[in-house]
């Protein structure tokens, strides 16, 4: 008889075509050996099984811990948003006041470093600095908000003292037709506003931010 060496394909498929191979030929799966994925030691089929269920569960783990963490995390974002906005309806303000008390506040619920504000349409009576024509025209094209590096956007030139990373929430009118002003966040953690995280907070915040300045002020559509 002759004999030739029969190749991993053939095997599988072989093995395929015969499911009841193994039951046929029990004694063959018993002494079945596979090497260890960590050691050179070499182990029973139901001992690779076991250390497979074991690693996939350890990865289950791990993922659950991460849902809950950012439950946990949503959570104390979310009662950090309701916080800011009582402590501001419960306090009436001036029209010169409610910018810096919406900073301040915000900045305290949040634990963040600096916060900066800017508006731009005409005639608003807000104390806010200006803005320059090409940072307006970056945060105008902007559709969300922007979370990076303070180097990622021109207004982290707003800060007065360097931070690590940054949000930026464009201002719109409740119409959506324009946008109106900008809100900065910055923080000295490079892990607190990256590329990847979401944004759902952080239009929530611009649209409350819009909702108290109007109660004092209109936006009028700027026209250049």
């Given at each position: ?97 409610i910018c810096e008390k919406m900073c301040a506040s915000l900045q305290k619920q949040y634990?963040?470093?600096?916060i900066e504000l800017r508006l731009w349409w005409d005639q608003h009576p807000f104390p ?97």
């Amino acid at each position: 008889m002759r004999h030739y060496p029969v190749s991993a394909e053939e095997v599988a498929r072989f093995l395929a075509q015969n499911p009841q191979f193994f039951l046929e030929r029990p004694d063959l799966l018993l002494g079945l050996r596979l090497p260890h994925p960590r050691t050179d030691k070499l182990i029973s089929l139901a001992e690779r099984q076991t250390l497979l269920l074991r690693e996939k569960n350890q990865r289950l783990e791990k993922q659950i811990h991460q849902f809950l963490h950012n439950a946990r995390e949503n959570e104390l974002i979310s009662q950090a948003l309701l916080n800011w906005t009582c402590e501001l309806l419960a306090k009436p303000q001036t029209a010169a006041q409610i910018c810096e008390k919406m900073c301040a506040s915000l900045q305290k619920q949040y634990g963040l470093q600096s916060i900066e504000l800017r508006l731009w349409w005409d005639q608003h009576p807000f104390p806010v600095a200006d803005t320059s024509p090409s940072t307006r025209a970056w945060i105008e094209r902007r559709e969300t908000p922007y979370t990076g590096p303070v180097s990622g956007s021109p207004a982290g030139a707003w800060f007065k003292q360097p931070m690590a990373s940054m949000a930026v929430i464009p201002l719109y009118a409740w119409d959506k037709s324009h946008c109106v002003g900008a809100l900065a966040l910055g923080s000295d953690m490079a892990s607190r506003f990256t590329y990847n995280i979401g944004t759902d907070f952080l239009v929530a915040m611009g649209k409350i931010f819009m909702a108290m300045l109007t109660r004092y002020y209109e936006p009028q559509k700027h026209i250049a």
